[in-house]
């Protein structure tokens, strides 16, 4: 069946970079996306990516689509302490006459000064 | 514009009973997604509403149902509560479901429930 996996803890220095990674399984995926989560907050969407493209630059973020490997990476540049949360990678994929979307179980970032 | 409303932020039940809770979309938004999150599962979708209709549904049994209403507020109820249900459960809205849709979804603090 369909899965995302992402490593789930992190730890970087405060600015260095940070590289999350996510597979994923279904080659039908259509959009890509990233959300944060900070303690007891709900879910922030970061950003997405189409699945034809390989790139998306917004900012500090960089998401690298392989679509080959169905792998999926976030880069978090000059990592703050503020950048510690959780992120979660999801795909999103049509299923009939609806969009599914299924979740990575989230990676645990924690930025040390 | 406000962001996604979900009422109450914490719930203390016991097994057996139910609960209900709420979720306000953003403005505009007709979409209204439920999903439990627990610390060994991550996020479990529950269901999606559509216009009233409910357009998607997850593996959870017949005890956890939903419902929306013709504002797009959407509520979903739990009976027989089990330990295993305490959870948080979060609320997110979207334009709408649309396949091949880049609508991205815009998430409530959640609904923290502790089932004793």
Redesign the interface.
Known sequence: GEDVEQSLFLSVREGDSSVINCTYTDSSSTYLYWYKQEPGAGLQLLTYIFSNMDMKQDQRLTVLLNKKDKHLSLRIADTQTGDSAIYFCAESFNAGNNRKLIWGLGTSLAVNP | KAG?T?TPRYLIKTRGQQVTLSCSPISGHRSVSWYQQTPGQ??Q?LF?YFSETQ??KGNFPGRFSGRQFSNSRSEMNVSTLELGDSALY?C?SSLG??????Y???????TRLTVV
């Open positions: 996604v979900q991550g996020l979708f999606e357009r998607n979060l997110a479901p649309g396949q091949g849709s880049n991205g979804y815009t998430f409530g603090s959640g």
